[in-house]
């Protein structure tokens, strides 16, 4: 695992472990002083450079948690999956698009 940055550790700090109690992004932006996007950034970088389990919930309670076990891992990852199916068919309908029609 590479050196966590200053920021990374900072907001690594605040999400709770668990999908119990999730940390909602906007009490994430106002404890960190970041705006929304540099939080979603920091919280890439935690999960892609530095294999943090970090998931998602959507539903309430909503917000970040760190994943726990392989329930989480699961739920977790199902709305990934849709989002990737769906930006998936957004590409393929742009690549297939006529061009001349517009």
């Not at 009490?27 to 705006?35: D, R």
């Not at 909503?62 to 957004?90: C, H, M, W």
């Not at 309908?93 to 001349?100: F, G």
Request: charged share 25%.
């Amino acid at each position: 695992m590479n050196q966590l940055s200053k920021d990374e550790k900072r907001v690594l700090r605040l999400i709770p472990k668990g999908s119990t109690n999730p940390r909602p992004q906007k009490e994430l932006v106002q404890l960190t002083g970041f705006n929304a996007r540099k939080l979603r950034l920091i919280i890439n970088e935690l999960i892609v450079k530095h294999g943090i389990p970090i998931g998602a919930q959507y539903t309430k309670p909503n917000g970040y948690y760190i994943v726990t076990n392989e329930d989480e891992r699961g739920k977790a990852i199902v709305p990934l999956v849709s989002q990737y199916g769906e930006l998936f068919k957004r590409a393929q309908s742009i690549h297939n698009a006529d061009l001349q029609r517009f």
